[in-house]
């Protein structure tokens, strides 16, 4: 069975840098079948999508966040990650890794990690 | 960018109700569409995606229908594990995937 986790500080001071890690279980990262991807959600509100990253490295980045978000891939560790700078209390969210799928029929998420709450403060 | 567009924000309802969520895109996404639930505390899950096509283990009172821009999500007979909120997502291009706002699903 596929699982995600997510992990990295839950409180980051405003201006700095947010990152965090996706470390998937049950199956492996470099599938060409999959991309990998970053969706948050701050308290009470609804799902933004931030972007999302292929085995190979490539990657696509929602419009508003792209300035500052960088998303990469660790296929020896079977992991991937969000970096997101300049951080302000408008990025405290609860972050979800997701697995999307590719291909024609692709684009969308049918497994998900727990989510983890970082809240932006100082 | 596309916008998704869900309607109610809020529905009450009782068990054994058949329930209709609305979603509009402003541009045609074709049957590039999926659907979640949430229930507090726990991280989406997938319903039904192409608009359609109902994800394995999901319960067959769940149906989506529609294409172009408008799409509806349907339970049949409302269930107590049913309550929780559902949202619509577009992939009609992988370069931005864009969600709807949400439907809370709350007992009458």
């Known amino acids: 069975q596929l699982q995600l986790q997510e992990s990295g500080p839950g409180l980051v001071k405003p201006s700095e840098t947010l990152s965090l890690t996706c470390t998937v279980s049950?199956?492996?990262?470099?599938?060409?079948?999959?991309?990998w991807g970053w969706i948050r959600q701050p308290p009470g509100k609804g799902l933004e999508w931030i972007g999302n990253?292929?085995?190979?490295?490539?990657?696509y980045y929602t419009p508003s966040l792209k300035s500052r978000v960088t998303i990469s891939v660790d296929t020896s560790k079977n992991q991937f990650s969000l970096k997101l700078t300049s951080v302000t209390a408008a990025d405290t969210a609860i972050y979800y890794c997701?697995?999307?799928?590719?291909?024609?029929?692709?684009?969308?998420?049918?497994?998900w990690g727990p989510g983890t709450l970082v809240t932006v403060s100082s | 960018d596309i916008q998704m567009t869900q309607s109610p924000s809020t529905l009450s309802a009782s068990v054994g109700d058949r329930v209709t969520i609305t979603c509009r895109a402003n541009?045609?996404?074709?049957?590039?569409l999926a659907w979640y639930q949430q229930k507090p505390g726990e991280a989406p899950k997938l319903l039904i995606y192409?608009?359609?096509s109902l994800e394995s283990g999901v319960p067959s009172r769940f149906s989506g229908s529609g294409s172009g821009t408008e799409f509806t999500l349907t339970i049949s007979c409302l269930q107590p594990d049913d309550f929780a909120t559902y949202y619509c997502?577009?992939?009609?291009?992988?370069?931005?995937?864009?969600f709807g706002g949400g439907t809370k699903v709350e007992i009458k």
């Open positions: 997701a697995r999307e799928l590719t291909g024609d029929d692709g684009g969308y998420f049918n497994y």
């Open positions: 049950g199956g492996s990262i470099s599938s060409n079948s999959y991309y």
């Open positions: 990253i292929y085995y190979s490295g490539s990657t």
């Open positions: 541009q045609s996404i074709s049957s590039w």
């Open positions: 192409k608009a359609s």
């Open positions: 997502q577009q992939y009609n291009t992988f370069q931005g995937l864009t």
